[in-house]
């Protein structure tokens, strides 16, 4: 059974940082793209960040500069290291893995439960 689950959520302050993780296990994940996405309440979900088997690396214009995903392939574990956090960023924030054109247009094999991220003014 393949899982996905998310950790390190919770509520920071404005200007505060948070890392995510997301453990995969139940098959080999090698080849595959990783990323996160979030959906904020009452908001469509939006791609956040994604980052290849080689660890190319893509993120959303609204966290560039400010997020950083990485991923430790014999850990089968992808992280968010989040800095500088802004209101607009609480959301439910999900982890996704799949080949990378299904991680690209958003229709990835696996998704995580999701982690709340929840950021104070």
């Known amino acids: 059974q393949v899982q996905l689950v998310e950790s390190g959520g919770g509520l920071v302050q404005a200007g505060g940082s948070l890392r995510l993780s997301c453990a995969a296990s139940?098959?080999?994940?090698?080849?595959?793209?990783m990323g996160w996405f979030r959906q904020a309440p009452g908001k469509e979900p939006e791609f956040v960040a994604r980052?290849?088997?080689?660890?190319?690396?893509y993120y959303a214009d609204s966290v560039k500069g400010r997020f950083t995903i990485s991923r430790d392939n014999a850990k089968n574990t992808v992280y968010l290291q989040m800095n500088s956090l802004k209101p607009e960023d609480t959301a439910v924030y999900y982890c996704?893995?799949?080949?990378?054109?299904?991680?690209?247009?958003?229709?990835?094999?696996?998704w995580g439960q999701g982690t709340q991220v929840t950021v104070s003014s």
């Open positions: 996704a893995a799949g080949q990378t054109t299904a991680v690209v247009h958003a229709t990835p094999d696996y």
């Open positions: 139940g098959r080999t994940f090698r080849g595959y793209a």
């Open positions: 980052i290849t088997w080689t660890s190319v690396t």
